[in-house]
C-alpha cells in the first residue's frame, strides 16, 4: 500500500518536471529539471530494489545518479564557456 502512495507521489512530482522541461524560458531552467528527473528517477530504483529485494536495482540507481551529476557539471562547462 505504502508502495502505491510513493508512486502517486513520484507521478506527482514528475508532471511539474516535465512542464519545466517543455515549457522552460531558459535552458539553464530545463537542464534543471532534467537533473531533478533524473534524480527522482534514481530515487525511485532504489525503492523499487527495496519492495522487490534486488539489489541490481539500487546498483544501477546509484550508477544513474553519477551519470546525472557528471552529465549536469559537463553541460555547466560548456553553457560557461558560451557554446551552448
Known amino acids: 500500500m505504502i508502495y502505491y502512495a510513493l508512486a502517486l507521489l513520484f507521478v506527482a512530482i ?18 534543471l529539471s532534467t537533473d531533478a528527473l533524473v534524480t ?6 532504489v525503492l523499487f530494489s527495496v519492495a522487490y529485494e534486488r539489489a541490481i536495482y539500487a546498483d544501477v540507481g546509484v550508477v544513474v545518479a ?8 559537463v553541460i555547466a562547462r560548456f ?3 558560451g557554446k551552448l
Do not use: Q, V
Open 40 to 45: 527522482l528517477f534514481a530515487c525511485a530504483l
Open 14 to 31: 514528475s508532471l511539474p518536471l516535465f512542464y519545466r522541461i517543455a515549457k522552460g524560458p531558459t535552458i539553464a531552467d530545463r537542464i
Open 79 to 81: 553553457m560557461e564557456a
Open 66 to 73: 553519477l551519470l546525472s551529476c557528471i552529465s549536469t557539471l
